[in-house]
């Protein structure tokens, strides 16, 4: 167990998990939603290690973490109409869009479905360990499939076994539910209903 606050990310900290998902190691970290699983999706064999974890059919995608626009470089095909405006208004928070995926996005995260799902989190210690480890990182959920979302370390602990390299705790979640999901790959919708409520979505949905 790696003890980090989640708002106040001691950087010596930050470094040595950081190198640790540099290395293709998998970590269970808070967020401001939930605790997810977060490792370098480009590292060969990382994502498919999180789905064993998980327990998960390796047909569904994964949701990715990003720390800033610029970060979107090389995941999207595309910048859908309305993209910018949703962003600069929910980012960094708890919504997760899903975009047009770049070809360079592994097949293991888009499930081959040709889109990509990006957050921008409202958490110091996780946009912390993007920078640092020079990657976005996988962001699903450290729960095992069906079960509970983890609110706690003790929790992700528990369900994600000894896959986990390191759990970082930080504390019980914040939010203490999972991001809104909303798809801008065509007409925008949202696919599930979260932290963020639909009322403060729908203005988006014409």
Not at 24 to 46: H, K, M, S
Request: overall charge positive; hydrophobic content about 45%; proline content about 8%.
């Amino acid at each position: 167990m790696l003890r980090i606050d989640p708002l106040r990310p001691q950087w010596t900290q930050v470094r040595l998990a950081a190198a640790a998902i540099r290395r293709g190691e998998v970590l269970a970290i808070p967020t401001d939603t939930v605790y997810g699983l977060a490792g370098d999706p480009f590292r060969r064999g990382v994502v498919e290690r999180i789905f064993r974890m998980k327990q998960r059919a390796e047909h569904q995608p994964i949701l990715l973490l990003i720390d800033s626009l610029d970060r979107l470089r090389g995941l999207v095909r595309d910048m859908p109409r309305g993209l910018h405006s949703i962003a600069s208004r929910f980012w960094p928070g708890p919504l997760t869009i899903v975009l047009p995926a770049a070809d360079g996005v592994p097949r293991s995260v888009t499930a081959g479905t040709g889109t990509v799902a990006v957050r921008w989190p409202a958490s110091p210690l996780a946009c912390a360990l993007i920078r640092e480890a020079g990657a976005p990182l996988t962001g699903t959920s450290a729960n095992v499939s069906g079960r509970p979302a983890a609110l706690t370390a003790q929790e992700a602990a528990r369900q994600t076994g000894e896959g986990v390299y390191y759990v970082v705790d930080g504390g019980r979640s914040r939010l203490r539910q999972p991001s809104t999901l909303l798809d801008l790959t065509g007409k925008p919708r949202i696919l599930r209903i979260g932290a963020v409520p639909a009322a403060r979505l729908k203005m988006y949905l014409s």
